[in-house]
């Protein structure tokens, strides 16, 4: 027994000393393996790398051993974990970028595998660095791109057939010769699809046999007139092409238009003196030249292209008039003549004439032989091309400017989003400027207004003489005294001049002579300034695209600055206002349909006790007045606002702050939106405390009266005509400033208020669309649309109950998550929702739906109205589209619409709509599931 113990002790030993070898052995491949090896365990935590790894990231071993796998991969690339032995799998692959301890990236190849251990799995990660592979890769990809440019541009007919001789690729030539404008229209069709009968079938058998046999042909020639007649003669050869294993899967064809060649042969088999007349006046450029270059017959023509006589010419060789830069070529496509490599060549070359300048020819080169085949001579024909040649460099400067315009429109429409958030005038033509000069490359930029209050031209910003940004606020010009360039652009119709040699000045001193541009600031209606540039520093050229530009320029800050003047405007007189009627001694009060107030001038606030809006505001008179007299003051509002019946001129007993006892006369009409449905009511009650205790003002009582009638009546006639607001504000605010009756002011006042708070109502709407559209990504949260939808349900109910309609829902059972900006989303629900109720009838039906349509989340809100024509249906979501007059008279602004639909496209979704004439609408939001 203690023999077998001492017998099963030595096989373990021996089993320990060979798993240890084993163990010393994996150790040393894994040593010698040219690529990185690290093993990780199941938390990703590394436990062995070789020295290759060491040497890769930078690292060593002792830095790696227990740290994670995560710090070769940098923060992008760390979505997918790859030690995780689900994803690494059998020999799994991944290619991704690493980094080095110095921080550097590399691009990578891992490759991950997992091993059975008896602690648990663990990952092999082999990591190799692919930079070479990487620029490889592109390295091809751009000599592809250079074989299909080269291919294109080459006037050879080049295509490829597969076995079955249909077409696989073709150059643009061999399209165009074959009748299609489009190479790719070619792939797939065969020589039946374009050619005639017998030809298709000659090439098809020609091509069978160079499939099957492998032999090449070529430069068969071949006659294929052209489909109106026209003689044409091509030489044709085709080349088997082979795989890496030997085996033909298909030809290409290189197809070449030898028809003038043959011209000039069958020319040459005529008679010499036919020859030569041709030779000598031939419209092109003939001669022939001698094996050593020289000259030895040359045409007129040739003597007209190069402006050399005949007997100059007859002194010289080719050599001596070629341009250095294509003489290599040209001697190299004549030693492949000479060799028999090629019958004839023909290139673009450049000749300089006997005056020194270049001129462009086309060359074309075959080489004559005596009977034994020794080369003789060359013949040549030369054409000037020089026209075309400038004809191409004229388009390649037009597609220069083109670029230069399209860049400068970027530029614009990003100018343009900013200068639109500015408020402060100056600021605004500081910054516009600024914008020039930096964006729009513009090399001396300023801004001239005019002013019709003061009659004045007058500075703004400009530039100095050396192009830095300067205040030239000080400029003050008559305008009944312009010259030059500022006058003659007010007075032309394009609105722009140009003068190329003109007096330069900065800061009214001259500065020198150069070109000089001015676009006047036109926003279609009037003429707001100018814009002037030059070129006073750079003294580059002018160009056309910045001309265009500047007009742009122009035409757009004359928009936005015609914009902002009327925004301003209206705020200043919003305030003026307000600060009116905060001085008037009457209650002017306004409150909504449950009575409560929203408005309420400082004579009111007073009369509480207040001091601010706060004490006010959001309050109803229960929360002011003893329970009785608010209770009866309710009923009382309540029933007006159900009759739609003014309360007029009604006689009241109420106490001030201070306990006296006040007589008021009272009014309260009812208050209505645009389209004529009642949200509240304005009430004014003026203090006729004196009135009652002196009966000598009777007739004055009874005239206030009818002042007040009569404000009545024309608050009610003009509550439904809104057409021109501004027109309306300026009048009010005229008569408001020259009426000393309360009465009178305060009818003033009403009126101009209602038209600003439309005007500011569409302002707000236009200013969402204009914070919508610059800004291009919005900031997200995870979002129920169920939630969503329900969240605005409230208003929309609130919106429909004037109109009885009724509002129903019908939401998934299940929970739709997407990422949505909250706030945006309510915004876009809400103005459907407006929609909705806008343009359904009285007693109609509104209804909110969600589902999930396959990885989407779809809200639907639906309506019973009057529905949409299908000529209008394509355009309801463009800005300020109103459709026929019977939808218009919903008073929309037009912009609801769009705003939504805005919203949705930022949270990468889709607004759609469906509609019937007399039936309905129902407009559909898809949005993304969160994964």
């Not at 109803?620 to 329970?627: C, H, K, Q, V």
Request: with cysteine; proline share 3%.
């Amino acid at each position: 027994m203690f023999k077998t113990l001492i017998e099963a002790n030595q096989a373990l030993e021996e089993q320990i000393l060979q798993s240890k070898r084993a163990e010393d052995r994996f150790r040393a491949l894994l040593e010698a393996v040219l690529d990185a090896i690290v093993i990780v365990d199941g938390d990703g935590k590394i436990v062995f790398v070789n020295a290759q790894t060491e040497k890769l990231f930078g690292y060593s071993q002792h830095e790696l051993l227990g740290n994670r796998i995560e710090l070769f991969i940098p923060e992008p690339y760390r979505a997918a974990p790859i030690a995780d032995e689900d994803i690494a799998g059998t020999g799994a692959e991944l290619e991704l970028y690493a980094r080095r301890k110095d921080g550097s990236e590399f691009p990578a190849e891992v490759i991950l595998s997992p091993i059975e251990t008896e602690e648990g799995i663990l990952i092999a990660t082999s990591i190799r660095d692919i930079t070479e592979r990487v620029k490889i890769v592109k390295s091809l990809a751009e000599e592809r791109r250079l074989l299909q440019m080269l291919m294109n541009n080459i006037p050879d007919f080049i295509y490829f057939k597969d076995t079955d001789s249909r077409f696989t690729r073709v150059n643009l030539a061999h399209a165009q010769m074959l009748g299609v404008e489009n190479p790719d229209d070619v792939v797939g069709k065969s020589d039946a699809d374009f050619q005639a009968p017998h030809l298709a079938k000659s090439f098809l058998e020609e091509e069978i046999k160079v499939i099957h046999s492998g032999e090449v042909v070529v430069n068969r020639e071949e006659f294929n007139p052209k489909p109106d007649g026209t003689p044409r003669w091509y030489s044709a050869t085709k080349v088997p092409i082979k795989d890496s294993e030997g085996n033909i899967t298909g030809i290409v064809g290189v197809t070449r238009d030898i028809t003038q060649n043959k011209k000039i042969d069958a020319a040459l088999r005529n008679s010499e003196e036919q020859f030569r007349s041709t030779f000598t006046y031939a419209a092109i450029g003939m001669a022939l030249i001698g094996l050593d270059g020289k000259w030895l017959q040359v045409n007129n023509a040739v003597c007209e292209i190069v402006g050399y006589s005949e007997q100059e010419l007859l002194t010289k060789t080719f050599q001596d008039i070629t341009h250095p830069d294509d003489l290599d070529s040209d001697l190299q496509s004549v030693q492949q003549l000479l060799a028999g490599e090629i019958q004839s060549y023909q290139m673009e070359k450049r000749y300089f004439h006997k005056q020194g300048h270049e001129v462009w020819v086309l060359l074309s080169v075959s080489l004559v032989r005596d009977g034994e085949g020794k080369p003789l001579h060359f013949v040549s024909q030369i054409q000037n091309i020089s026209d075309s040649k400038q004809t191409e460099a004229a388009l390649r400067a037009r597609a220069a400017e083109e670029r230069e315009f399209q860049s400068g429109l970027t530029a614009l429409h990003e100018i343009t989003i900013e200068l639109t958030k500015i408020d402060d005038l100056d600021e605004f033509y500081k910054r516009a400027v600024e914008l020039g000069l930096q964006r729009l490359g513009f090399d001396r930029f300023g801004l001239l207004l005019y002013d019709p209050l003061h009659a004045e031209v007058m500075g703004t910003y400009g530039t100095d003489a050396q192009g830095k940004l300067v205040a030239e606020h000080h400029i003050r010009l008559d305008p009944a005294h312009l010259t030059g360039i500022l006058l003659r652009a007010y007075q032309e119709p394009e609105h722009l001049v140009v003068i190329e040699e003109n007096q330069l000045f900065s800061n009214l001193e001259p500065i020198g002579i150069g070109w000089n541009a001015v676009a006047v600031l036109w926003n279609g209606v009037e003429k707001l300034g100018w814009l002037a540039i030059d070129n006073g520093v750079k003294h580059m050229p002018i160009s056309k695209p910045v001309l265009e530009i500047l007009k742009l320029y122009a035409s757009s800050l004359a928009t936005l600055l015609a914009q902002k003047r009327t925004q301003i405007a209206l705020v200043e007189q919003r305030n003026l206002l307000r600060t009116l009627i905060d001085h008037l001694p009457d209650y002017i009060y306004i409150k909504d349909s449950n009575s409560r107030f929203i408005l309420a001038n400082q004579a009111t606030i007073n009369s509480i006790g207040g001091s601010s809006d706060e004490d006010i505001i959001g309050k109803s008179d229960f929360d002011l007045n003893e329970p009785a007299i608010a209770e009866a003051y309710f009923a009382e509002e309540q029933a007006l606002l159900k009759s739609g019946e003014s309360l007029l001129n009604k006689e009241d007993t109420v106490s001030d702050a201070h306990g006296n006892k006040l007589y008021l006369s009272v009014t309260k009409i009812p208050l209505r939106d645009i389209h004529g449905r009642v949200i509240g009511l304005i009430g004014t009650n003026h203090n006729i405390t004196e009135r009652k205790q002196a009966e000598a003002q009777a007739l004055e009582l009874s005239k206030e009266r009818e002042q007040v009638k009569i404000l009545s009546d024309f608050i009610r006639d003009v509550s439904h005509d809104f057409r021109t607001p501004l027109a309306t504000i300026s009048s009010s605010l005229y008569l408001l400033t020259r009426a000393a009756d309360p009465e009178k002011q305060k009818r003033y006042f009403e009126t101009a208020e209602e038209q600003i708070n439309r005007l500011t109502q569409l302002i707000d709407r236009l200013l969402i669309i204009g914070r919508l559209d610059s800004q291009a990504v919005l900031e997200f949260e995870q979002c129920d649309v169920n939630e969503a939808l329900s969240g605005v349900e409230a208003k929309i109910v609130f919106d429909a109950t004037p109109k009885q309609i009724s509002v129903r829902k019908s939401l998934s059972e299940s929970k739709l998550t997407v990422q949505a900006n909250v706030a945006e989303l309510s915004l876009a629900l809400t103005e459907l929702g407006k929609n909705a109720v806008m343009y359904t009838p009285a007693e109609g039906t509104i209804t909110l739906r969600t589902r999930r349509e396959n990885d989407q989340a779809v809200i639907e809100v639906s309506d019973t109205g009057m529905g949409i024509s299908s000529a209008d249906l394509p355009h309801i979501f463009q800005r300020l589209y109103r459709v026929d007059q019977a939808r218009a008279t919903t008073g929309g602004s037009g912009l609801g619409l769009s705003i939504a639909k805005r919203i949705i496209e930022l949270h990468h979704g889709k607004l759609e709509v469906e509609s019937t004439e007399g039936e309905g609408s129902t407009f559909r939001i898809l949005l993304p599931l969160s994964t």
